[in-house]
C-alpha cells in the first residue's frame, strides 16, 4: 500500500501511480518558495525541489537540515 504523506492525509492507494494522481487532484496546489513555480504538492513539489534546485536552496526556503532531507526523500 502507499500512502500520502500531505498534511497527514493518510489516503492510501494500491498503486503508486494512483497515489501521484490522488496527491495531483485532491490537494491544493503549493507555490516553491525559491522561484515561486506554483506545483501540485506531494510528489511533483519534492521532484520539482530536488530537480530544479540545489539541497541548499532547499534547506535556506523551508528552514530545513539534513533529517529534513531525508524525509522529504521518503516521501
Do not use: N
Not at 2 to 24: F, K, N, Y
Not at 49 to 63: I, Q
Amino acid at each position: 500500500m502507499w500512502s500520502c504523506a500531505i498534511d497527514g492525509c493518510g489516503t492510501e492507494t494500491e498503486r503508486v501511480e494512483d497515489l501521484v494522481v490522488h496527491q495531483a487532484q485532491d490537494h491544493e496546489r503549493v507555490q516553491c518558495p525559491v522561484c515561486a513555480t506554483v506545483l501540485p504538492d506531494g510528489y511533483f513539489a519534492i521532484k520539482h525541489t530536488f530537480e530544479e534546485h540545489s539541497r541548499t536552496d532547499f534547506m535556506r526556503a523551508y528552514d530545513a537540515d539534513s533529517k529534513d532531507i531525508r524525509q522529504r526523500e521518503s516521501v
